[in-house]
C-alpha cells in the first residue's frame, strides 16, 4: 500500500531549518511587541512626546507614512536586504508603532489593556498553532481575506466621516474575525515558505519578514478587541 508524501516532508537538515525559522519569527515578534509596549509606555507619560505626536497632524500622519514605507521596503526588498538591515528596519517600525500606539494608555486603564493583550496572546498563540498543525489547505482563504482586509480598511475610512456607532461596532467584530483567520492562515503560508528555504542566511531574513507579518496579524487583533473588552477611562 502506497502512501502520499506529506508536502512537509524533508531531511533531517531541512527540519531544523524550519525549526530555526519559527524560533526567530517569534522571538522577533516578541521583542517587537516588547519595544512597541514599552515606548507606547512611555510615550504615554512623556507631555513633551505626547504634544509633538499628537499635537500635530503633520507628525502624526508621518509616523503612519513611515511605518508603511518600512512595511513597503522590507516586503519587496527582502531578498537584497541583509539580516540585520531587515531587523533594524523591523525594530524600527516597531518602535514608531509604540509612539502612534501610546493614545491606548490615555484612553483605557492599565488593567484592561493588561486582560485584553492576555486574551490576544491566547487567542493569536491557538489560531497559530492551528494553523501550523492543521493539515487543511487555508491557501483558498487568502483572496477572501485579503479582499476582506480592503473592504474593513475602506469602510473603516467611510466611517471617519458618517460617525455611526453601528458601523463602528460591525466593523470591530469583523476586524477580530479576519484577523483570528489571518493568524491561521499566515502561519500557514510562513510554514510552506521556512520549507522552502535552504540556507541560513535566508532563514534569518525571512524571519525578520514573518515575524512582520504575525506581529501585524496580533497588532490588529489586539487593538480589536480592546474596543470590545477594553473599559475607558
Known amino acids: 500500500m502506497q502512501h502520499t508524501p506529506s508536502p512537509y516532508a524533508g531531511n533531517t537538515k531541512t527540519l531544523a531549518l524550519v525549526q530555526s525559522f519559527f524560533m526567530q519569527v517569534y522571538g522577533w515578534m516578541t521583542s517587537g511587541l516588547l519595544a512597541t509596549g514599552i515606548l507606547a509606555y512611555y510615550t504615554a507619560h512623556s507631555p513633551w512626546l505626547l504634544s509633538v505626536i499628537f499635537g500635530s497632524k503633520l507628525v502624526f500622519y508621518g509616523l503612519l507614512l513611515a511605518n508603511l514605507g518600512i512595511v513597503f521596503v522590507l516586503s519587496r526588498s527582502i531578498q537584497s536586504l541583509s539580516a540585520t538591515a531587515a531587523s533594524f528596519l523591523f525594530f524600527v517600525y516597531a518602535s514608531l508603532n509604540g509612539l502612534t500606539l501610546a493614545s491606548i494608555f ?4 492599565y488593567s484592561s489593556i493588561a486582560n485584553v493583550f492576555f486574551i490576544t496572546a491566547g487567542t493569536f498563540g491557538a489560531m497559530s498553532a492551528y494553523g501550523y498543525l492543521t493539515k487543511a489547505d487555508l491557501s483558498r482563504w487568502g483572496s477572501i481575506l485579503f479582499m476582506s482586509v480592503i473592504g474593513l480598511v475602506i469602510a473603516t475610512l467611510v466611517n471617519v466621516f458618517l460617525q455611526s456607532s453601528t458601523l463602528m461596532w460591525l466593523l470591530t467584530y469583523a476586524g477580530v ?57
Open 177 to 233: 474575525l479576519i484577523f483570528v483567520a489571518l493568524t491561521a492562515y499566515d502561519t500557514q503560508r510562513l510554514k510552506e515558505m521556512a520549507y522552502s528555504l535552504d540556507d541560513e542566511e535566508m532563514v534569518g531574513k525571512f524571519a525578520v519578514l514573518g515575524a512582520l507579518t504575525l506581529y501585524l496579524d496580533f497588532i490588529n487583533l489586539f487593538l480589536y478587541l480592546l474596543r470590545i473588552f477594553g473599559k475607558r477611562r
Open 106 to 109: 490615555l484612553l483605557y486603564t
